[in-house]
């Protein structure tokens, strides 16, 4: 469920303000995962535009029984994040649940990676991320926000310098999420 938050076009500024500073990033400095021969013609990612639809004010459902969970990463590596919680929520009246990881017990964040009917299509084939920070994406009354306009590209979507964690298949949506990043073209 949507529900009202801050003025509208300040959310739309701020979302429009991140993604021009990640492009800079990702055209300008010695990190970006953008192959270095590719960043004269990097003009920017591409994005959905702001859609507060995609944005949900959710509660976690914690996890009693906090099991671990075996990723494999794009190169074969595997590593283990704890199931921590799920967000339940609806897209276009359809059910949709995703689980919420951690890497550690000790760490505040949360790690949403997810597959959805646009993968493979207009995003990244491999899925999107979304990262969850306690102190920007919690609301008063302690539910996160779950905004789909900050979903990204995992880094290995940008070169083959990087492994990342392949989504796993409990986080496949069977709807498409048209918010945040779309697909990386390269560009020679």
């Known amino acids: 469920m949507l529900i009202l938050f801050m003025n509208l076009s300040e959310w739309k500024r701020n979302i429009e303000r991140a993604r021009k500073e990640k492009d800079v990033f990702f055209k300008l400095y010695p990190q970006s ?13 591409s994005y959905y535009p702001p859609n507060p639809e995609y944005r949900f004010e959710l509660e976690l459902h914690e996890h009693e029984k906090k ?14 994040f704890i199931r921590w919680g799920e967000f339940r929520f609806k ?39 979304i990262d969850l920070n306690p102190e920007v994406d919690r609301t008063s009354d302690g539910k996160w926000i779950l905004d789909f306009n900050k979903a990204y590209n995992p880094w290995c979507a940008f070169s083959e310098d990087f492994t990342c964690p392949t989504v796993p298949p409990e986080n496949w949506l069977r709807v498409p999420i048209y918010a945040g990043e779309k697909n990386y073209i390269h560009k020679k």
Not at 107 to 125: I, M, N, Q, W
Request: with cysteine; glycine share 12%; hydrophobic share 25%.
């Open 33 to 45: 995962p953008i192959p270095y021969d590719e960043r004269s013609s990097f003009n920017g990612l």
């Open 67 to 80: 099991e671990k969970l075996t990723m494999i990463y794009t190169r074969g590596e595997k590593r283990e």
């Open 91 to 129: 897209v276009d009246g359809k059910e949709c649940v995703l689980q919420a990881y951690k890497a550690s017990s000790g760490e505040k964040g949360l790690f949403v990676p997810f597959r959805d009917l646009a993968s493979g299509k207009e995003t990244y084939g491999a899925g999107r991320y």
